[in-house]
Nanobody, 121 residues
């Protein structure tokens, strides 16, 4: 009933930028808190950023803080992750997810298929 589709990934050189998008469809009204995660081969999944229902509250992992910006456009049912000054360590599959119970509870119930980000040195 809920579908999330990520896009915007690709191959970029170190120091470059990417803008990831996640479009939600289905029973997404009312809006939910959302998060971006990433997972690289052989590594644990990491929460990169998150945003509240209203968009007024955001979270960033230390690994991307200062380089990334999460935002949302509720009219378009879309959440974005702008990533600048990309590093090879940012290489991973990036997923967006919905947290219907809010960020404090931290339960992400719906996930997208992921989009690959590859940063070359």
């Amino acid at each position: 009933q809920v579908q999330l589709v990520e896009s915007g990934g690709g191959l970029v050189q170190a120091g470059g930028s990417l803008r990831l998008s996640c479009v939600a469809s289905g029973r997404t009204i009312p809006t939910y808190a959302m998060g971006w995660f990433r997972q690289a081969p052989g590594k644990e999944r990491e929460r990169v950023a998150a945003i509240s229902r209203s968009g007024d509250n955001t979270y960033y992992a230390d690994s991307v803080k200062g380089r990334s910006t999460i935002s949302r456009d509720n009219a378009k049912n879309t959440v974005y992750l702008q990533m600048n000054s990309l590093k090879p360590e940012d290489t991973a599959v990036y997923y967006c997810a919905l947290a219907p119970a809010g960020l404090l509870v931290g339960r992400y119930d719906y996930w997208g298929q992921g989009t690959q980000v590859t940063v070359s040195s």
